[in-house]
């Protein structure tokens, strides 16, 4: 007779034949899980594992374990299969992590080979930035090869660490887990210009080592670089990097080296450098930094260098194989055992340090009382100078003839200059602090009816002294080949502009005889100066000043929104007074007899001297000398100022070579007015007239004037503007074999162009 089973056994029996019978029992609901197997589905083993092996007879075994078992199954008809809460459970498990396996390859082989395109637009645009921005950076990212469309790295295509961004950027390896990620840029000796945005550089997140080093960088590195947290190598010297290091380095734990040396760097160095677990490699030399050096722990460092700033107080205490090389040439005040003597102790507070105290400020007293004193010594001393310097000035300097006088004989007031006076040279220096002046200011006084300057203007200049010029405040003007030009307001109100001329190759007589001839010779578009002064190296020359502006600024500056452009009828009335005025001043500077406008009462005497001294040109004739007066009129100025006189006894093609050279000028300035480009600063035209004549060989004559000229007639106007172009390029270059006109000629030819204007427009009305 069989033994009975144990009570959980006989059980589980009882459950398995309940559930055969169609029964119920709810004390096994959470025990097992019941599996009806119909005939027609035969019970697969896997799930059909006994839980518990060895409590049930085998005969009562429903779930078999063979196949023998499995036909006897079939035949009993259904059968109830119990398989425990644990077996599910595990069996749940696994296939789950097979799931996420299959998914895990699935995302290596795949998706780790592309950065996203948010990384690509943000690398692309620090280069730019990197690059000076605009055009500039666009066009070195489109030379390096760096475009947003293009995936850097080709991942785990079988590509390796190569880029398609060329060699500057280097990928990870295939094998590595950040396969298709950038790991290394390198744009050392770039010729980059631009600064440094970390927020676009961080945007990589696998981005381990950067070298940006030996370019031209300017700006500061700022706290953004702490996104970057891969970073491991970072490389940025060589540049002109400034301000100071941010302290979010110290969030860089992976940091490995860091150098930014030779710099401009300045401020103290991050004291959480000093908590980097892993920098082996720091170079701050050669830059500006101040203050304490961080405590470093310098014996797991390969290299270290803040040499050649400004750093002071106790050097790290522990130094590992760093030498004194590393710490040279920064400010005094540098300490600390071995390298460096012992740092003093900080004195506790006590008897000595309270006597101390007494003696710095004992100390710091009688040092004010000595700076106060030094102070009213030297005040003394400089009213005393002021005095004598005021008592030497007026001496006379060398006589003019009959119509200038010497203004330097009243010292009413002493010679000083400000900080916004016109600058003024050695020899005006001298003069001005009292010696005896070799050539003083020279006043012109006003003949005939015919000049443009104001009352207001000669009855300043009449009673100007020099000194005025040195103590007035000046303005600065521009800038030119042959010298500076200034609005100085002198006392009383006047606005005066100074040309001031170093090194002209004439000396003193010489510039003196042809001022006053250009002051005799009087003529409405001719600006006439007002006053003179001449010394070895330097000569002044002074006019009324128009605050109309010129005709550069008129054709080239910037015009206020309320002021139209120069319309043709303008330009041609600028064109045909220029013409006048320079072909009068030509007939008056060769001696040919006074002009209608010179009403002087010796002009016969004058052209006389004029005819034995030699013809004067104007010299510099260009748009910045074409002023406008308050009414604007056009008026040229600066005239004599800088060309020399002409030898009498020279040839005729000598005498005449300096007039020549103003006809062309003004041929470029007709240029200028029809098609309103401007010449080069300190050329002479000629890459302008090139232009034109280009642009007429191609038969293009309408593209050559100016926009703003054409208007409702512009047809009738062009006929005029083709004209008056022909005579800017018979200036300009004369055909072969033809005698380039003169002056007066080039007048009468603008002048026909204006009457038939005139005529065409009066006509109209």
């Known amino acids: 007779m069989r033994s009975r089973p144990a009570s959980g056994a006989s059980t589980l029996s009882q459950a398995v034949l309940l559930q055969r019978t169609g029964q119920h029992t709810p004390a096994f609901e959470n025990f097992a899980v019941f599996v009806h197997l119909e005939v027609s589905s035969p019970c697969v083993p896997a799930p059909c594992m006994q839980p518990y092996p060895g409590l049930l007879p085998r005969h009562l075994n429903p779930c078999p374990d063979s196949r023998a078992q499995l036909h006897r199954a079939r035949r009993r008809g259904s059968v109830s299969c119990v398989v425990s809460d644990h077996q599910i459970m595990g069996r749940i498990l696994a296939a789950a992590a097979a799931v996420v396996v299959v998914l895990l390859l699935c995302c290596s082989s795949g998706v780790r080979g592309v950065e996203s395109d948010d990384v690509k637009e943000s690398l692309v645009k620090f280069l730019v930035t990197l690059a000076g921005g605009g055009d500039v950076g666009e066009a070195t990212a489109q030379a ?16 390796g660490n190569a880029s398609n961004w060329g060699e500057q950027v280097v990928c990870f390896n295939n094998s590595h887990p950040n396969a298709g990620k950038i790991k290394y840029i390198d744009l050392q000796s770039q010729s980059l210009n631009g600064t440094i945005d970390a927020s676009l550089l961080c945007a990589a997140p696998a981005l381990q ?12 590195l700022l706290p953004g670089i702490s996104a970057c947290s891969g970073l491991a190598y970072l490389f940025l010297d060589h540049n002109r990097l400034s301000g100071s290091l941010p302290s979010s380095l110290g969030q860089l734990r992976r940091l490995h080296v860091l150098d930014v040396s030779r710099n401009d760097f300045s ?3 991050p004291h959480s450098l000093g908590q980097l677990p892993n920098l082996v490699r720091f170079a701050a030399n050669d830059n500006h930094f101040d203050g304490t050096i961080p405590d470093f722990n310098l014996p797991n460092y390969l290299s270290f260098n803040v040499s050649s700033n400004n750093l002071t107080g106790p050097i790290p205490k522990k130094l590992g194989t760093v030498g004194m090389s590393s710490f040279a040439d920064n400010a005094a005040g540098m300490c600390g055992k071995p390298l460096f003597p012992e740092c003093p102790a900080s004195p506790a507070p006590g008897k000595d340090g309270g006597s101390k105290s007494k003696k710095t400020r004992k100390i710091l007293m009688y040092l004010g009382y000595i700076l106060l004193g030094s102070v009213i010594l030297g005040f003394v001393v400089y009213k005393l100078c002021s005095r004598k310097r005021k008592n030497r000035l007026g001496k006379k300097g060398r006589g003019g003839g009959k119509d200038i006088f010497d203004s ?12 916004y006076s016109l600058p003024a040279s050695s020899e005006r220096s001298a003069t001005a602090a009292g010696g005896a002046p070799s050539v003083s200011l020279v006043v012109l006084r006003r003949s005939g009816t015919a ?17 005025d010029l040195l103590k007035s405040p000046a303005e600065l003007l521009g800038r030119g080949r042959y010298g500076s030009s200034y ?7 006047a606005a005066l502009a100074v040309k001031r001329v170093k090194d002209a190759s004439v000396t003193d007589d010489e510039f003196r005889r042809r001022m006053e001839r250009v002051a005799r010779a009087r003529h409405p578009a001719v600006l006439p100066p007002l006053a003179f002064y001449c010394a070895a190296q330097e000569k002044l020359v002074v006019y009324e000043f128009q605050s109309s502006g010129s005709l550069h600024r008129q054709l080239h500056g910037s015009i206020e929104s309320s002021q139209a452009p120069l319309d043709w009828p303008a330009r041609l009335h600028i064109a045909a007074k220029v013409a006048d005025g320079m072909a009068f001043m030509h007939s008056t500077m060769r001696g040919h007899g006074a002009s209608s406008y010179s009403s002087s009462s010796n002009s016969s005497s004058s052209d006389s001297a004029a005819a034995a001294e030699g013809a004067v040109a104007h ?6 000398n074409i002023l406008f007066t308050a009414g604007m009129e056009p008026c040229i100025s600066e005239y004599g100022v800088i060309a020399p006189p002409l030898a009498p006894g020279a040839g005729g093609s000598s005498r005449s070579s300096g007039l020549r050279a103003d006809v062309r000028a003004f041929g ?3 240029l200028e007015l029809l098609t309103g480009k401007a010449t080069a600063a300190q050329g002479d035209g000629a890459e302008l007239a090139r232009w034109v004549t280009s642009v007429i060989q191609e038969e293009w004559t309408a593209e050559v004037f100016d926009r703003a000229l054409l208007s409702r007639d512009a047809v009738v106007n062009e006929q005029r503007m083709v004209r008056l172009l022909q005579v800017a390029m018979r200036c300009v270059d004369a055909a072969p074999g033809e005698a380039p006109p003169t002056m007066r000629e080039v007048a009468g030819m603008v002048n026909a162009i204006r009457d038939e204007d005139d005529r065409s427009h009066s006509a109209e009305a």
């Open 209 to 220: 080592r950067v070298n940006l080093q030996n370019n031209s960088l300017t700006g500061g």
């Open 144 to 159: 390096l090869g760096w475009k947003e469309k293009t995936d850097p790295c080709p991942g785990a295509t079988g590509n």
């Open 487 to 493: 609005k100085v307001v002198v006392p009383g109100g």
């Open 267 to 269: 401020g103290e160095l």
């Open 408 to 419: 330097s004989t009243d010292p009413t007031t002493t010679a000083s200059k400000s900080a």
């Open 451 to 467: 000049s443009v300057t104001s009352a207001a203007a000669a009855a300043a200049a009449k009673d100007l002294r020099f000194e």
């Open 668 to 670: 470029v300035l007709l």
């Open 619 to 624: 010299g510099a004739l260009k748009t910045s």
